[in-house]
Structures are given as C-alpha cells and as structure tokens.
C-alpha cells in the first residue's frame, strides 16, 4: 500500500495540472457567462436562490442550537455555521455526512461505502467521537462506542429546513458528548411541506435511489406529511480486493403537526430504517490459521417515536415539554454479535425575561437506555462478550443560563452551566461564560471559555472484544477489555470569533480555539494470559493529556446578483502527551492520533443561477494528509492517506415550475482516492472512493 516517492509527487503533480486546468476552464466558463448575461438580469429565474439570497438573509438565519432559543448567526456568540436547505439542494450530496463537508472546521471522512468519520477540531474517529449528533431533539449517539453510526442516520433532504453545526463544546445546554461540537439536523413542520413530491435517479455509484413524500391537512389545525425513501450504493474500489462495503437502505417516517390555538404547538414524529452495511475485515478464530476473512453484513434497524409540546406564554417566555422512544437493534451476519438499545429520554426547558436584562433558561432532563448484547454465538464468546451482557444506564441532568445584556443591543454576557449524574462517573459540572459585543448592526466579535465532557460508554467498562493474532498463525491475540475505573475524558476550551458583513458583496467569519484536554484515553496492554490461546489484555486508561489549537475562516462573496462565492479554510495543530510511564510503544500508540486529522482544509463553491432557469455549481476540496493508522508498523497496513483535491459538480434546470433534471458528478479529478485509513489490528482493505456520476429527477404537486 505504500508508494514511491516519484509516484506519489508524478500523482501530485498530475492532480495539481488537472485542478489548475479545471479552475482557468471554469473561471473562463463564468467570464463568458458574465459577459453574455450582464444585461439580461431579467431572464434569471424569479425564485429566491442561494445566488440571489442577499448576504444580510444570510447572517440572519436564525440559530437554536446555541443556546437552547432562537437568535440568528450575526447575533450567536459561538462559532455556529447553519447549513439552509437551498445549501443542501445545491450541494449535489445523497448523504447527510456529505453535506457536512462544507463545514468549516469540519472533517468528513469517508471511510468506505457505508461507513464515515465526522469531528470537529480534531480527534476524528468512526467509533469513539466527540460530536453531539441530533435530529429534531433525538440524540443519535451510539451508547456502545460513543460515535456515530452515519449509515443509521438518514432523512429525505429535500425535507430538511436547515442543519446547525456548532463547532466547540455545548455541553452547558446540551449535556455530556457535545465535546468538539454539536449538529443539529432540523426537519420542516409539516405545513411547510403541503402536496407531493418525488424524486428519483441513478449511476454509477450511487446505483439507485427514491424519495417519497406527501403532506396535507387534517381540518384546520392539523397538518402531516408521510415519506418514503430508498438507496442503494455500489462498493467502492481496493488493491486489496473485494470491499464489501455495498449499502441498501431504506426508510419511512410520519410527523403531525396540530396547532389547537395561538400558544401551543404539539408535534408527533415517528420513523422507521432498515441498513445493510456490508463489510469485510480479519477475525480471530481459536483454530490453526487462528484467522479467518470475515465477509459479513452489519444489519441495522431503528423505530423512533418523539412527542413535543410547546406552549408560548407571552412574547418573553415559553417552555417545551419533549419525549422520545428509540430502538436500534444491530445483527452481525456473521454471528459475532446483536445488539438491542432501547432509550428513553424526557427533556423539559423554560425560558423566560428576569427584570428588563436578563433573559434565563432553565431545564431538566432523564435518559434511560435500556441494553441487552449477546456474545459471538459462533465461538462462544471468544471474539465478543459484554459483561453483563444486560444494563440499565441512567442519566439526570438540569442546566441554567442567563443571557444579560450589560449595554442594550450592544454588549451580552452569558453565564451558564449543566450538571449531570451518570452511573459510571457520577457528577459532572459542565460550565461556560460568553461574551458578545455587536458594536453595529453588520458585525460581532464572541469570546467563550466552557468545559465539557465524554462520559464513558458501554465499550469503555464491559467490553471483552478479540482481534485478530498479531501474526497469522500463531495464537496470540489482543484483546480489548473493559475497564470500571475508566473517568470521563474532559476539556476545557478557549474561544474567540468575529463575523462581518464587510460590504453589500462580502461577509466574512473567523473563529480561532485553545483546547487543553485532560484524561484522555490510550489503550494499554497488560501482561498476556496463558496458555495459549494467548490474550493479551488491552483496556483503555486515562492517561493522556493534550492541547489544540487552529484557526476558521469562511467567507462568502457575491461579485454581481446571481453569482455567489464561497470559501473556507482551517487550520488545526494537535499536541498530545501520553503518560511518560508508559512504554514507548503505547506512547506512540496513542499520541499517534494527533495525524488522523488533516491540519488544513479548503473548500470552494461556485453556485451560478443561470438563464432559463438553469444552476450551476461547482464544488472544491483539499484535504491535508493524514498519519498514525499504523503506529506500530504491522506489514501490509498503510499508516498514512495522502492529501488529496476532490472536485464534484452540478447541473440543473426546471423546465417547468415543478419539475427539475440535475446532473451530478462527484470525485471528478480521481479515478478513486482514500479518504481516512484502517485499524492494523482489524485490518479492513483500504477502501477508495471512486469517482460517481448520477442522474436526478424530481417532480412536485
């Protein structure tokens, strides 16, 4: 897996002409655009765009997730980056985690066909993350490993209002795990999704897809809409062979919105998914070769149910009472393991004006996620066990902050903070004080120091899982193990931001950070059980300490009405500091996770609302290279991904009000490329993302 230095700068340098040659064609495609279009403004299409937006529309878009009530972009002091749902439209992304990419300070990594790592300010991982991930309330937060499984999460996007990505922590409103930040996906009300639509397509990679929906009124309160959807995505490209990394989905919703008078609003959302994540990866078996290639399915399907009620007592005050059942039951093909979650979860706020500069909100909360795991029925336990294999976790919490306004409509400070009770570390206090200063209508400057954390998950205590031997053929194997005195990993951030809307053409953010972070985990082995089989005991310990820091620019320019640039860059440094006692190899085992973020990002967008009804969009990336996959040196397993250019594409037009044709390339400069690497120990084949192109067509009554 690993290239010469001649291929790779041959490889670098070919990438680099390519997107040169790409960026003088479409900047002489605009100027001929420019040129023909300056004088029949008129023939642009009436409909409000991202293009024609105004950047004032834009800093306005109002933002809950900071703070737990509404106020807009210019006016949260947090560096928050709302994703609108013309932003998805134009995106040309069939996935949540692809839309993310336009995110500054954000990176997305995808893994292979079905699988995806997502984190802010570094630390990204598949399994043990730092983000926050909800929708519409209901926490997507996978209770065995602390991350995300993206290939779970899934909603229509044409039926998305909008997804708020915080980076930085938010645990002062939204509790434990809003470590490196928080997103927020927000779904429309139904009254804004009236009549039907349907949309449909397919190619290369993304094989085929469907999305139905329909919503309509129930007499003169009530309104609902019902949705459909389904995908099927072919495997991406390996040296190493067969991926296995197909993915079929599909999935089905309702939500009810009723209004019975002008204070309250009572919503009822349900859904349903199914997921097939293919994969493949090495096992260990307790028989000679002790190794066997494990083609499998991860089968995954969820139900949720979620009620909310929210009653308005006057214009300064109201509160949200919000329940919400949700089943994830997971099956391994293979027999290593299923898994059933139920959670539980009561969430109350309230918000109201104290005296004529203080404006509080307050809550209380309870999850309770219901576990029950069984061990690898082909071997008895040997590759997977949970001990116990049934638990009950409990999670109460209150939170309380207080927006003042030290000089009206110009200086704010906030002062707030959660505490939370879990059973496995008890208390935590997770505190913040903000501070934002608008000294015009166009521009703010925020400064933030909070501290939040990750509580342990249900792989950190109870956990007995076995890897593959170190060398085929003999057998001895890790094996990671549960720890119960594992603590929370914590930080405590320093933030300071500013945002302007320079001109009528130009808005500018910049959000720079200082995280010091304590506890964090390395795994470290212990000594090795005999006789053979061999297990060597790898439980994860709190014994790393480190620091971030980085910088976030974005900016966004409009040179004439119906042209609009975009454009992000971050910056991230990661110095961490495993305990000197360990041995050296632990050291470098964990401190090697400094390289799997990229230490700087860029990403342009160009979105040309055209005559005649037609958009064009480019969209470009550089992704930094990334280290530390292979910190001990195992054969065969490449220890770093090369940086990398991505360019995808969109065209569309609607030759009639309710119907759209889009075209949609993605990967454009690359055959195929990597994005993220493999675990030596798991020893996946290293998947590259090829490049796609699809067809798209979308009718609406």
């Given at each position: 897996m690993?290239q010469?230095p ?39 299409a ?5 293009a ?34 013309e ?52 926490t997507l937060y ?14 229509p ?10 980076r930085?922590?938010?645990a ?6 809003a ?11 139904s009254?804004d ?39 099927d ?14 993915w079929?989905?599909?999935r ?17 959302d ?16 307790t028989?000679?070769?002790f190794v ?5 399915d991860?089968?995954t ?7 909310r009620?929210?009653h ?36 109350f706020q ?7 500069r ?5 809550g ?20 997977f066990?949970?001990?116990?294999q ?18 009206e409509n ?22 913040t ?19 939040a ?28 193990t ?25 808005s500018v953010?910049?959000?720079t ?16 059980s ?15 300490s ?64 055209l ?7 480019l ?12 910190a001990?040196?195992?054969p ?7 940086a ?6 969109r ?12 075209i ?13 690497g493999?675990?030596a ?21």
């Amino acid at each position: 897996m690993h290239q010469s230095p001649a291929l790779f700068c041959s490889r670098h340098e070919t990438r680099r002409r390519t997107w040169l040659t790409l960026a003088r064609g479409v900047g002489g495609l605009s100027a001929v655009w420019l040129a023909v279009t300056a004088g029949r403004a008129e023939e642009v299409a009436a409909t409000r765009s991202l293009a024609t937006a105004s950047l004032e529309e834009l800093m306005n878009v109002r933002v809950t997730t900071v703070s737990r009530e509404e106020s807009t972009v210019g006016q949260s002091p947090a560096a928050v980056f709302v994703i609108t749902q013309e932003m998805i439209h134009r995106s040309g992304a069939r996935e949540i985690p692809e839309v993310l990419r336009m995110v500054p300070g954000l990176d997305v990594a995808r893994i292979d066909g079905n699988k995806w790592a997502v984190s802010s300010r570094g630390f990204n991982d598949r399994y043990f993350g730092a983000m926050l991930v909800q929708i519409d309330g209901r926490t997507l937060y996978n209770l065995v490993t602390s991350g995300v499984y993206w290939d779970t999460v899934g909603y229509p996007l044409d039926d998305i209002e909008r997804i708020e990505v915080i980076r930085g922590p938010g645990a002062t409103v939204w509790g434990a795990n809003a470590v490196n930040g928080i997103i927020n996906i927000i779904t429309k009300p139904s009254k804004d999704t009236l009549g039907g639509h349907l949309s449909g397509g397919g190619g290369n990679v993304e094989r085929g897809f469907a999305d139905f929906r329909f919503g309509g009124k129930i007499g003169d309160h009530v309104t609902y809409r019902v949705y459909g959807m389904w995908g099927d995505h072919a495997r991406q490209f390996s040296l190493a062979g067969n991926t296995n990394d197909q993915w079929p989905e599909y999935r089905a919703g309702l939500r009810l919105d009723w209004q019975p008078n002008e204070h309250d609003k009572i919503t009822l959302d349900g859904g349903y998914f199914h997921s097939t994540a293919g994969r493949r990866d090495e096992r260990p078996m307790t028989a000679p070769p002790f190794v066997f290639d494990n083609v499998e399915d991860e089968v995954t399907t969820g139900s949720d149910v979620l009620v909310r009620w929210t009653h308005a007592i006057d214009k300064d005050s109201n509160w949200s009472l919000q329940l919400y059942w949700d089943r994830v039951y997971h099956v391994f093909t293979q027999d290593i393991t299923r898994w059933v979650i139920d959670t539980y979860d009561a969430d109350f706020q309230h918000q109201f004006k104290l005296w004529d500069r203080n404006k509080i909100v307050w809550g209380l909360g309870y999850r309770l996620a219901d576990t029950d795991f069984n061990q690898s029925g082909r071997d008895h336990g040997f590759i997977f066990n949970f001990r116990p294999q049934h638990r009950a976790v409990n999670v109460y919490s209150a939170f309380l902050q207080d927006e003042i306004a030290v000089i009206e409509n110009r200086l704010y400070l906030t002062l707030g903070s959660k505490v939370e009770h879990n059973d496995f570390t008890g208390f935590e206090v997770q505190p913040t004080g903000r501070l934002l200063w608008t000294p015009t209508k166009r521009q703010s400057a925020w400064l933030a120091v909070s501290r939040a954390v990750r509580t342990p998950n249900l792989g950190d205590h109870d956990v007995g899982f076995t890897l593959r031997p170190f060398t085929t053929g003999v057998p001895a194997f890790a094996h990671l193990t549960g720890n119960p005195n594992f603590s929370a990993e914590d930080v405590v951030a320093y933030e300071l931001g500013y945002r302007a809307q320079a001109t009528d053409k130009l808005s500018v953010d910049v959000a720079t950070f200082y995280n010091v972070y304590d506890n964090l985990t390395v795994t470290v082995a212990g000594p090795a059980s005999m006789p053979p089989p061999i297990l060597v005991p790898l439980p994860r310990e709190n014994r790393m300490s480190g620091e971030t820091y980085g910088v976030e620019l974005a900016a966004t320019w409009k040179p004439v009405n119906w042209w609009r640039l975009y454009g992000s860059y971050s910056l991230l440094k990661m110095n961490l500091h495993a305990d000197e006692e360990l041995t050296p190899g632990t050291q470098r085992g964990g401190e090697a996770a400094e390289g799997r973020s990229p230490q700087q990002q860029v990403y342009l967008q160009s979105s040309l609302d055209l005559p005649h009804d037609v958009q064009f969009d480019l969209m470009g990336r550089y992704v930094d290279r990334l280290r530390g996959f292979n910190a001990s040196g195992a054969p065969g397993v490449a220890n770093g991904i090369n940086a990398y250019f991505s360019l995808d594409a969109r065209l569309a037009w609607k030759p009639t009000k309710n119907v759209e044709l889009a075209i949609v390339g993605q990967n454009l400069l690359d055959e195929h490329h990597p994005e993220f690497g493999t675990n030596a120990l798991v020893r996946a084949p290293l998947a590259e993302l090829r490049r796609g192109i699809y067809g798209k067509v979308t009718v609406t009554w």
